[in-house]
């Protein structure tokens, strides 16, 4: 019954910036960390940003996105947000919301408990 369901994907120009949400149902939200991971075909799936469901919400980076990413929650609203900027056609792939009831948030994409479907993010070159 658990839904994580990503929204907010498309196409974008490089050195654009698109914003993606993640809807958390089935589960309390602030008792989860959440991340974003992507995966690009014939590539593994990669951590791309998390944010645990500690107070103040400590978050991390893959170094490819740091500085140009950023994550939020709002748990008022089970919702977690990925704001990308300067964005490189290397980020076209499948972006996919995680929850992780451990509440650290990760870089290991192993240790997550659900998964929403993704939502592709196209940019061109």
């Known amino acids: 019954q658990v839904q994580l369901v990503e929204s907010g994907g498309g196409l974008v120009q490089a050195g654009g910036s698109l914003g993606l949400s993640c809807a958390a149902s089935?589960?309390?939200?602030?008792?989860?960390?959440m991340g974003w991971f992507r995966q690009a075909p014939g590539k593994e799936r990669e951590f791309v940003a998390a944010?645990?469901?500690?107070?103040?919400?400590?978050?991390a980076y893959a170094d490819s996105v740091k500085g140009r990413f950023t994550i939020s929650r709002d748990n008022a609203k089970n919702t977690v947000s990925l704001q990308m900027k300067s964005l490189k056609p290397e980020d076209t792939a499948i972006y996919y919301c995680?929850?992780?009831?451990?509440?650290?948030?990760?870089?290991?994409?192993?240790?997550?408990?659900?998964w929403g479907q993704g939502t592709q993010v196209t940019v061109s070159s």
């Open positions: 995680a929850a992780d009831r451990s509440g650290a948030g990760t870089r290991s994409a192993r240790e997550y408990d659900y």
């Open positions: 089935g589960l309390t939200f602030r008792r989860y960390a």
């Open positions: 944010i645990s469901s500690w107070s103040g919400g400590n978050t």
